[in-house]
């Protein structure tokens, strides 16, 4: 034992409270402890013993199985075995043991808490939660690349579906149906200001066969006018302007125009000028306005056009000359500013918006503008052309010719109205006078037909004709014949006018 004296052993300690601190009681008998805090005449064999037989658990020590040791611990002293056992009571203010007196390893029998288990178990949580996460990664992974791979099926199946449609489109347009490809089909009226002669022209955009026309119609195509009859073209932009002669048009050409567009010549001479100019092959020389002037426009091949000359080359007619020539000038200017377009629809439509003209209700500024960038586009591809309508001196449709241009551009073909309809009833004036014409219209107006002006014949003929092609219109063809006074026998079945049910050529035996 030790030498030194504990401080506290002239203290009376008895036992030690449930935190391990010695109790000390006046009355108890003086008591000396040694180095390890035990009573000095205690045998070190039960504490060898309890070490010994001492198991740190997971958990901090408990206190009340620690008091029952540092009880037991008492008891079994020599000094305790003869004294009652007593409850240890804690002293209210008890004094605080010197810290050099008391180290940490005097109690190493206190259970610490165990931190490795805790430990372990977080680290079996990180992991089972990694590999969730990598598995799910993985899957995540498996289901992008499927999608990835149907979504790429489907692109290739296009694809290759486009490219076998595509291969045929070019070949077979053409020849196609007409119903079944997609047109955007407007008229175009150029309108002088001085004496109100016009020239018209159907701007075509085939979308399915990616081009477009120019289809020109002369001046002389009869047309149905408004309440019966008939007229020529050229009258029916004057007298029913642009709505009715739209209506004239789809009606005889079952063109299904959408809209008009009405230029006059100078809003013509501001929109060449807005696109900075055209050029053309001219065919022909212009004159001056005056004797002895030079001319406007010289003939000859890639002639730079202003907006005044331009005009003046697109409604020239020379003396003598059919209006097909001016047609084909019209044609050409029309193209040559479609050309200078642009191809984008906002600035199409800006260029027309600052023309500052009057637009028709049937066609917005926005949707000529949008026509006209189409137009523009297939110009500058060379996928635009300029066809001429083929139409007779009598201003009939020149037959299978018309017929084969309207299905290839038009995508229809020459169409009489319906069954219910009123028959039309083309009139060519063959007596040699001329005021057999406007009889036999007003007798077959009264009667409940449509009257069709064929024009006058250029040698008079003694018998009429009324002619069918239709047998299913051969009782209508007796119906006329009887309306205008003329034999039975003047109704027979032949080739008649395009567009008509009903072919009437007025003999001098016609007495209207």
């Known amino acids: 034992m030790n030498d030194r004296q504990d401080p506290y052993a002239q203290q009376q300690v008895h036992g030690y409270d449930a935190y391990g601190q010695p109790v000390y009681r006046p009355d108890a008998p003086e008591r000396v402890y040694d180095q390890y805090g035990q009573p000095a005449q205690r045998s070190r064999e039960p504490r060898q013993q309890a070490e010994q037989e001492w198991i740190p658990r997971q958990a901090g020590p408990s206190a009340p199985d620690f008091a029952l040791d540092s009880a037991s611990a008492s008891a079994s002293s020599p000094a305790s075995a003869s004294a009652p056992p007593r409850i240890p009571e804690p002293r209210p203010a008890a004094a605080p043991a010197p810290a050099g007196d008391y180290r940490a390893e005097q109690f190493s029998f206190l259970e610490e808490p165990d931190e490795d288990s805790q430990d372990v178990i977080d680290w079996l949580k990180f992991s089972e939660s990694r590999t969730e996460r990598r598995d799910g990664r993985r899957r995540r992974g498996r289901n992008r690349l499927a999608a990835l791979a149907v979504v790429l099926g489907l692109v290739v199946a296009g694809g290759i579906t486009w490219l076998l449609l595509s291969a045929g489109g070019d070949e077979g347009a053409a020849p196609a149906a007409g119903g079944a490809q997609q047109r955007d089909v407007i008229v175009v009226h150029l309108r002088q200001t001085t004496g109100g002669v016009s020239s018209t022209a159907l701007l075509v955009d085939n979308g399915t066969a990616h081009r477009a026309t120019a289809l020109l119609l002369p001046n002389a195509l009869a047309v149905a006018q408004e309440g019966g009859g008939a007229t020529t073209l050229g009258g029916s932009v004057q007298d029913a302007g642009t709505g009715g002669t739209r209506d004239a048009l789809n009606a005889l050409l079952g063109s299904g125009i959408k809209g008009s567009w009405r230029l006059d010549t100078p809003y013509l001479e501001n929109l060449v000028e807005l696109v900075g100019g055209i050029t053309v092959d001219t065919n022909t020389t212009v004159p001056g306005a005056e004797p002895g002037e030079r001319p406007l426009v010289d003939r000859g091949a890639g002639r730079r056009l202003g907006g005044r000359e331009a005009v003046a ?200």
Do not use: C, W
Not at 371 to 386: D, I, N, P, W
Not at 444 to 449: A, I, S
């Open 313 to 512: 080359y697109a409604v020239y007619r020379a003396p003598g000359e059919g209006q097909e020539r001016q047609l084909a000038r019209f044609g050409q200017v029309m193209r040559a500013v479609l050309g200078k377009m642009s191809g984008d629809a906002g600035t199409a439509t800006g260029t027309v918006e600052s023309l500052a003209q009057i637009p028709d209700p049937s066609l917005s500024t926005r949707q000529l503008g949008a026509s006209l960038a189409h137009l523009a586009e297939r110009a500058r591809q060379g996928s635009y052309e300029t066809r001429v309508l083929p139409v007779r001196p009598d201003g009939t449709l020149a037959g299978p010719a018309a017929d084969s241009v309207v299905r290839e551009v038009l995508g229809g073909t020459v169409r009489a109205p319906g069954r219910d309809a009123p028959p039309r009833v083309s009139v060519k004036n063959a007596t040699g006078g001329a005021p057999a014409g406007g009889s036999a219209r007003v007798t077959l107006v009264n009667g409940g037909f449509t009257y069709v002006d064929a024009g006058a014949a250029k040698a008079p003929r003694k018998a009429s004709a009324v002619l069918y092609a239709d047998d299913g219109r051969a009782g209508e063809a007796k119906e006329v014949a009887r309306t205008l006074g003329l034999p039975e026998g003047a109704v027979r079945k032949g080739e008649g006018a395009a567009g008509a049910d009903v072919t009437v050529v007025l003999g001098q035996d016609y007495k209207g």
